[in-house]
């Protein structure tokens, strides 16, 4: 089981607005990092730290933390950002990595 | 820019040994202070960290895996390679190999850390 859990599906309407939420113990200590992932296609990283976008990420992508939670918001949802979503950071015992268990997003 | 390549048998036996290599490009795997990790995905799965090591050979195994996990780097072939001992079908997934880093946010005192380049994958199948 996953130390940060995630919402297994979401949904968003085209050029809405969209919150996917990953809760943990070590969120109050790291931030998240986010990570989208298409089918077939490896990870790729597109939030990071308090809120950093690598190079190529598009804006509506941003980050955010309070608490135990960390979250992914895209504001105006594009039919190309339908992916599986998923968070990552230190684990609560101080290992160094744990992944949420993914949060698969449906444009509509 | 740098790039990575996962390489190595897609096909292993039932409590063999699985051994793939992670080639780094566009870069020396000794600059920086960077980590360098294994994750791997079963099909229709999550992801799921298994071990990362630095160039000085210090390495970190994720408690679930760490019987069976030896993970080594090779700086002179700009390499890191994973060895997973016993395996079962269990095992079979698409391994990624990726480069860790991180950062620190003054103003909040928090560390941060986060897998910035990514292989594309290897899927390896355990079966007999």
């Known amino acids: 089981s996953s130390e940060l859990t995630q919402d297994p599906a979401v949904s968003v309407a085209l050029g809405q607005t969209v919150r996917i939420t990953c809760q943990g113990d070590?969120?109050?200590?790291?931030?998240a990092s986010w990570y989208q992932q298409k089918p077939g296609q490896a990870p790729v990283l597109v939030i990071y730290g308090k809120n950093n976008r690598p190079s190529g990420i598009p804006d509506r992508f941003s980050g955010s933390s309070s608490g135990n939670t960390a979250s992914l918001t895209i504001t105006g949802a594009q039919a190309e950002d339908e992916a599986d979503y998923y968070c990552?950071?230190?684990?609560?015992?101080?290992?160094?990595?744990?992944f949420g268990g993914g949060t698969k997003l449906t444009v509509l | 820019q740098v790039q990575l390549q996962e390489s190595g048998p897609g096909l292993v036996k039932p409590s063999q040994t699985l051994s793939l290599t992670c080639t780094v490009s566009?870069?020396?795997?000794?600059?920086?202070?960077?980590?360098w990790s294994w994750i791997r995905q079963p099909a229709g799965k999550g992801l799921e960290w298994i071990g990362r090591?630095?160039?000085?050979?210090?390495?970190n195994y994720n408690p679930s895996l760490k019987s069976r996990v030896t993970i080594s780097v090779d700086t002179s072939k700009n390499q890191f390679s994973l060895k997973l001992s016993s395996v079962t079908a269990a095992d079979t997934a698409v391994y990624y190999c990726?480069?860790?880093?991180?950062?620190?946010?003054?103003?909040?005192?928090?560390?941060?850390?986060?897998?910035?380049?990514w292989g594309k994958g290897t899927t390896v199948t355990v079966s007999s």
């Open positions: 090591i630095y160039t000085s050979g210090s390495t």
């Open positions: 566009g870069g020396s795997i000794s600059s920086g202070s960077y980590y």
């Open positions: 990552n950071s230190r684990d609560s015992s101080g290992n160094p990595w744990v």
């Open positions: 990726a480069r860790d880093n991180s950062g620190y946010d003054l103003r909040s005192t928090y560390y941060y850390y986060y897998m910035d380049v």
């Open positions: 070590s969120l109050r200590s790291y931030y």
